[in-house]
Nanobody, 125 residues
Framework: QVQLIESGGGLVQAGGSLRLSCAAS????????MGWFRQAPGTEREFVGG????????YYSDSVKGRFTMSRDNAKDTVWLQMNSVKPEDTVVYYC??????????????????WGQGTQVTVSS
């Protein structure tokens, strides 16, 4: 049974930092492109960033580029999302995602094989 367990969400002040973690189990982690998405109530799930299987390549949406950084450790089956200079508009639920077939670390919601349960991030102004 595949599980993606996010942690690290919470309350942070605007301009501060937060690091989200996603621990994977039940799959061969190094075979998967990993991504982060986020979703506000009543909106579509938005792609935030992706990281290649080796960790050598990343891609970010324009809304977070320069502020958020992804990394992974295939020995620990874990991917992280470092969030710096957070803004109130970053207040949403963040989801970890795994994709087996894509070649590049850019994911669409329909292409994701596995989702985490989500973790809430709240940025106070």
């Amino acid at each position: 049974q595949v599980q993606l367990i996010e942690s690290g969400g919470g309350l942070v002040q605007a301009g501060g930092s937060l690091r989200l973690s996603c621990a994977a189990s039940g799959l061969t982690f190094s075979n998967y492109i990993m991504g982060w998405f986020r979703q506000a109530p009543g909106t579509e799930r938005e792609f935030v960033g992706g990281i290649s299987r080796s960790g050598g390549s990343t891609y970010y949406s324009d809304s977070v580029k320069g502020r958020f950084t992804m990394s992974r450790d295939n020995a620990k089956d874990t991917v992280w999302l470092q969030m710096n200079s957070v803004k109130p508009e970053d207040t949403v639920v963040y989801y970890c995602a795994a994709d087996r077939t894509r070649r590049q670390p850019v994911l669409g919601t329909s292409e994701v094989d596995y989702w985490g349960q989500g973790t809430q991030v709240t940025v106070s102004s």
